[in-house]
Each structure stands twice: as structure tokens, then as C-alpha cells.
């Protein structure tokens, strides 16, 4: 494995300045393209998996996040609050008291159930400046997060089916887990009680754990069970990454929460025309976006699969001759959706200019045949060679295969159906 902090600038994805601050890395247009490539991915995932997405703010007042929990049992990962005019609001450190409010701001019958809300949205944790490095651990986050509104008997074929997007996604992305955990409280824990830093009842902890165990189970991973490492509001499924140096981080999460439905009230009609509460499954798919790419980084070290590569075709003119067909050809990629750019004739030799481009997925490279043909002579970054075929056909192979394959096989609707 590569390190992404050295690599990851060597290749123009990103930099960090210290007049933005510490923690704070802005992405350069190559790491921009990756993270539209992943947001797009993940968001056609979800959508053809049921979910709807939502957009909300940033920052919330005070009184939200003392309703959530997040007040007092996680203020110390909190920006302190910004006074605005009598209010005080914060830089949220979730979203999870957002989708909450989305949900109770329409009333829900059980027929609409499950409700599954995503969102890749910012959220933001006061990190200390010696736990800061590159962009696996950073202060504004991008998270790809999801929360679904279920019924009691929906929840672990919710839970599991968040569980297939996972490992499917990871697949997608060639992402290896280094492992599975069952975060649960600390083994003395006094859940409930005022001083603890786990809030309901130990009953609903239990039945989130049971159900939790079953869906890890029933998908055949081998997991361990991680004591004191729950959220505050229940235990967790983490999965975690290993980066170059060995360290462990959570990049995907399941998590079943009975605290923040009662503390928004929520409800739904039930057949039997009352009242009734449902359950809240968190989920992130991929996680951090910061975190998700600095892993493709490393694993990949920058020869990402086609379909996330900054720039999937390269268009190589033997001399000045070529250079209009070559522009003609890079404007037609481009039309047809693929990340294409021109290494000019003047740019140096055409072993240097391929050099250069070693990472770049696909080369057309551009002599006097192929201007005269209309064709294009591609060869793939392994050093294969393809026959020349007409250019149009050549891009349209091209632009198919720089599509997420998997996407066809996901199908929206309930688990199970």
C-alpha cells in the first residue's frame, strides 16, 4: 500500500494551506473528479435501493442537539456555538437530528414504511490537532449518510440490506475490510442512568445488539465484539479499513437507534389507526468521502478502475498534424461523458507523453493512419494494445466500460422483493 498523504499530491488530488487551517484539505480538480464519480455511484446505488435524498443545513441551534443527545454526551466533539442575534447554533457533528425533523415534518402511514432518507452532506468534529493526518482524519467531513424509519419487524432485513450495499459497494470499489465489529456498551455500563454516556433503557440496547448479531450472522462474516465502543445512543456495526501504516478506522456503519425517535416523537399510522413509533437505522455506505478516497489511494496507488480514474482517456498526437483530429476526438469523449484530456504534440515525445499518462486507464495515440482512417488505436495502462476500429465506436466501447458494471444489478424496492 501506498501512503495517500505523499502520493495523493504527488498526483494533484489534493493540498492543505495553512490560511484554511489545519485539518481542512481542499480537493484539486483531479481529486474533485473522483469525488463526483463516487458521489454519483453512491447515489444512483441508493436511489435504485429505495432511498430518497434530501438535503439539509450544516448548522443547527443548540436546542436540536440537546434534544438528540448529542449535547451532552457529545459536546466535546462539538464547535462551540456561534451567537446569532438571541440563538445560538452549531456546526453539526451528525445529521442524524436533521433526518429526524425531515421525517416528523409529514405524517406517515405504515403503508410508506420503511422510509429511508440519504445524504452526502458536511458535518463537523473539533478534532485535536495531533490525531489530524492527510485526509483520513479530518475536521469537515463529507459524509455519505443514510437514516431509514421502519417498523419493529422491518429493522434487521433493513439492517442487512444496508449490510449487502456495504460489501457491495466495497466490491465496486475493490475496498478490503480489515474487519467487522460489534461496537456495544462497556460491560459495566448503567445504561439510563444520568451520569452514563448511554442513554434509554438496557432492554432496547439488548434487542439492538440481538438484531444486530443476527444480521451479522446470517451474512456469514467473521466479526468481534467491541465492549465501551457503541454510539451513545445504541450499538453499532463498524466496519473498518487499515491504511498504510497499519491503523484501523470505521468507514461504513449500521447502527438501530430507539432513543432519538422518542426524544423527536415520531410516529406513524398503524393499520390499526393509532399511533405508533418507529425504529431509526443509521447507515453510511462508503462513509467519509475524505476517508474513502485516501483508502482508494493507497489500495490503487493512483491507478484507480476506469470509472473513478480522474481521467479515463488520454488522446496522444504523434505530431502537430494530428492535433486538430486529436482535439476533435478528445471533444467527442468528452461529449460522451468520459474524463478526456489532449497531451499535445509539443508537450514532448510520445514515450514521455505516455510515461506521464501511465496512470491514466485508456491511450489513443494519433498518427497519420488514424487521421486518415477516422479511426482510433487504443491501448489499455497494462500496455495491451486494441485493434483500430472507427473512432465513434471505440468511444462508445470506451464510455460504456467506464461505467460502474454493478449499478445494472441493483434494484430498488423492499429487501426481499
Excluded at 501512503?3 to 484539486?28: C, M, N, Q, T, V
Excluded at 432511498?51 to 459536546?75: A, D
Excluded at 504534440?345 to 488514424?370: F, H, K, S
Aim: proline share 6%; aromatic share 6%; net charge negative.
Amino acid at each position: 500500500m501506498y501512503d495517500h498523504r505523499k502520493l495523493g499530491r504527488e498526483l494533484g488530488l489534493f493540498d492543505s494551506d495553512p490560511l484554511i487551517g489545519a485539518g481542512l484539505p481542499y480537493l484539486l480538480p483531479a481529486g474533485a473528479a473522483i469525488r463526483q464519480a463516487l458521489e454519483s455511484y453512491v447515489a444512483e446505488l441508493e436511489r435504485r435501493s429505495g432511498y430518497q435524498h434530501v438535503y439539509s443545513p450544516v448548522l443547527g441551534k443548540r436546542e436540536l442537539y440537546e434534544l438528540s443527545g448529542h449535547w451532552s454526551h457529545y459536546s466535546d466533539d462539538m464547535y462551540p456555538p456561534m451567537k446569532v442575534g438571541e440563538e445560538e447554533v452549531v456546526l453539526r457533528p451528525s445529521l442524524c437530528p436533521h433526518h429526524a425533523l425531515i421525517y416528523r415534518s409529514r405524517a406517515h402511514s405504515y403503508r410508506e414504511l420503511p422510509v429511508r432518507y440519504a445524504e452526502l452532506g458536511g458535518m463537523y468534529r473539533s478534532e485535536l490537532s495531533g490525531v489530524l493526518g492527510g485526509l483520513t482524519r479530518v475536521r469537515a467531513i463529507q459524509l455519505n449518510d443514510g437514516h431509514i424509519f421502519c417498523t419493529l419487524d422491518q429493522v434487521a432485513d433493513e439492517a442487512r440490506a444496508a449490510l449487502d450495499l456495504i460489501l457491495r459497494a466495497y466490491g465496486d470499489l475493490g475496498l478490503r475490510p480489515a474487519r467487522f465489529l460489534l461496537s456495544l456498551p462497556a460491560a459495566d455500563a448503567r445504561i439510563g442512568d444520568p451520569a452514563s454516556k448511554y442513554v434509554g433503557d438496557a432492554e432496547s440496547w439488548d434487542r439492538s445488539a440481538a438484531l444486530l448479531r443476527e444480521v451479522l450472522d446470517e451474512a456469514g462474516v467473521q466479526y468481534e465484539e467491541a465492549p465501551g465502543e457503541a454510539a451513545f445512543y445504541g450499538p453499532k456495526i463498524d466496519v473498518q479499513i487499515a491504511d498504510a501504516a497499519g491503523r484501523e478506522s470505521t468507514l461504513s456503519t449500521i447502527q438501530i437507534d430507539f432513543h432519538q425517535p422518542a426524544r423527536f416523537e415520531l410516529d406513524y399510522i398503524g393499520a390499526d389507526g393509532n399511533k405508533h413509533r418507529p425504529v431509526m437505522v443509521h447507515r453510511a455506505i462508503i462513509g467519509s468521502l475524505e476517508r474513502v478516497i485516501a483508502q482508494l489511494i493507497e489500495l490503487h496507488g493512483g491507478a484507480l478502475p476506469g470509472w473513478l480514474a480522474p481521467v479515463q482517456l488520454v488522446v496522444l498526437p504523434i505530431s502537430d498534424a494530428e492535433e486538430k483530429y486529436a482535439a476533435e476526438i478528445t471533444r467527442r469523449a468528452v461529449d460522451r461523458g468520459l474524463r478526456a484530456e489532449l497531451a499535445h504534440a509539443d508537450e514532448g515525445t510520445l514515450g514521455a507523453r505516455i510515461r506521464e499518462n501511465r496512470l491514466v486507464p485508456y491511450q489513443a495515440v494519433i498518427g497519420a493512419r488514424e487521421l486518415e482512417a477516422g479511426q482510433l488505436a487504443v491501448r489499455d495502462r497494462s500496455g495491451s494494445r486494441y485493434a483500430p476500429a472507427a473512432a465513434g465506436d471505440v468511444l462508445d466501447q470506451l464510455a460504456a466500460g467506464c461505467r460502474p458494471a454493478a449499478l445494472s444489478e441493483v434494484r430498488a424496492g423492499r429487501p426481499g422483493e
